[in-house]
Every structure is written in structure tokens, then in C-alpha cells.
């Protein structure tokens, strides 16, 4: 199987993150492996069983237990499934998946009807936002709401923005090791610094392959037929995915868009304060359906 790693002792490197980033969780987890027909697919689940279940899908370049503590109060309403998304630098097969078919939607959709889940709840941040909108598309007959962060598929940033803000330093850093170019790269995506997140993303640039290709767009004919409530969350300052034009994109769509929330001082990578917002929002929008 192709390695997106550079080599074993690279993967090691940055999987030590994974578990390191686990240790740190205030809460119980365990492990399965879904065996899908793309590949097998590690979820890592919270121990509330008698809990309503929530599928919870990380970004970009990222793994499950990231996902877990960015969104930590989830686990105390629901029974949480966190996914490790194929093709990334987790613990699933590093298979990429094709997102201009609906390769990612059959995938999520296997998964969950695997689990015998019925009326879930879908959370997805980045391309997780995107592998949930794919989801809802492929078949959306098991899930009750979703809730896309920051999706991506839906419009582009500033290529030029791009280019200076992280693919430059990005090639940069990786060349000279130079920590002024990582504080470039975290400095365009996040409000906050978090040493343990810029530990992780030196040792991922020095020993992952990044890929970047755009993800296919989303279909307006796609999109007309989604009933399931769809409740979008942007940030003003995301260069990655412009909040204004992703909510602007969103209301002319999709036609079952619940709410919108705008972060006018986020930025891809949400601080703390934005993070407890999305999730206060995330539960009183499920919350309320259940009163």
C-alpha cells in the first residue's frame, strides 16, 4: 500500500502526536475498526452507549482525537464516534478517496449503517464538513441533522493568499527547518497558539506528503435535493474558506439550510472561545428538537 509518510520512523513520529493528543482527553474511549469497501477505518467512541449518537469527522491534515478535544462537551450528551478519515496522517488505511464522485458519501454512509446507527447526528470541520455534506448527498436516510464547520467543496480562498500564507512557508520551513515560517503558517490559519499544535505540525510537515489539489466542488443540482437540516459555521477571517462567501454560497443552495453562524474574529483554526460557541450551538440546536 502507497505511504503518505515519508517513511516508518516519520510515521511513528507524528502518530506519538495522535496518542499524546488522546491522553489528554478527560474521558474514556474505545477503539474499532469499520471495514468498509474503500478500506479499514478506525473510530474511536465515547463509553455513553445509552447516549444518542453523534458521528463527529476532523479536518484536513488531522486525526479523531483532535476533533474529540476541540469539541469536548459533545461527549457528555452523546455517544460520540470519531473517525479517523482514510488517507490522512491517523490510523485508518492511507487510502485517498475520490471527491469528484461520491466515493466519500458511500464510505461515511457504510460506516454509519455498519454501526446500525439510525438518526444521527453528523458534525464534520474542514473536509469533514465536506465528507458530510457528501454524506447527505450519497444517502441521507440516517441522519437527523448536520452540522458543517468550516466546510470545505463549497468556495475557495484567495489563491494568492494561499500561496504567500502557508504553501510557501510550508516549502520553506520544510527546507530549512526555520520556525519563522511555521509561525507564518499558524499565524494565517489560527486565532490561538497552541505549542502541542505546533509541535504536531512540524513533525507532520518534516514527514507527510501533502496534497493540494482542491476538492471538488459542490453541486447546485446535488444540493436541491438534501431535506435533512443543515446548520453551517463560518469564520470572517478564514482564508481557507471565506466565511461571508461560504454562508452567501450555503443560502443559495441548499434548500433545508437550517441557521448560519458567523465568527466575524475566527480564523480556520477556531480558538477556544469560538469552539465553545459551535458547540453551545450544536447543542441547543439538537437540544431543542428533543423538548
Known sequence: MHSFFKNAVGKKEVLNFYYK????????VDFITVETSFGDTNIITTKNNNLTPLVLVHGLYSCAPFALDNFKALEQNFKVYAIDILGQPNISDEIRLNSKSNEYGKWMYEIISRLHLFNVYLVGYSLGGYIAYKTLA??????????????????KGSIIKLFFSIYVPLKLYKWKQDSKQLAVIVNA??????????HFLSKLIANYKFDFLPLAKVKKKEAKRITTPIYIFAAVKDIVVPGNKLIQKAKKILPSLESVLLLKEGKNQFNTEDKNMITAH??????????
Open 21 to 28: 493528543k488522546l491522553d489528554t482527553l478527560n474521558f474514556e
Open 138 to 155: 450519497y444517502e441521507e436516510s440516517r441522519i437527523a441533522k448536520a452540522f458543517l464547520i468550516s466546510p470545505t467543496g463549497f468556495v
Open 189 to 198: 490559519l489560527s486565532t490561538e497558539k497552541d505549542a502541542f499544535n505546533l
Open 282 to 291: 450544536i447543542l441547543e440546536s439538537i437540544l431543542k428538537t428533543k423538548e
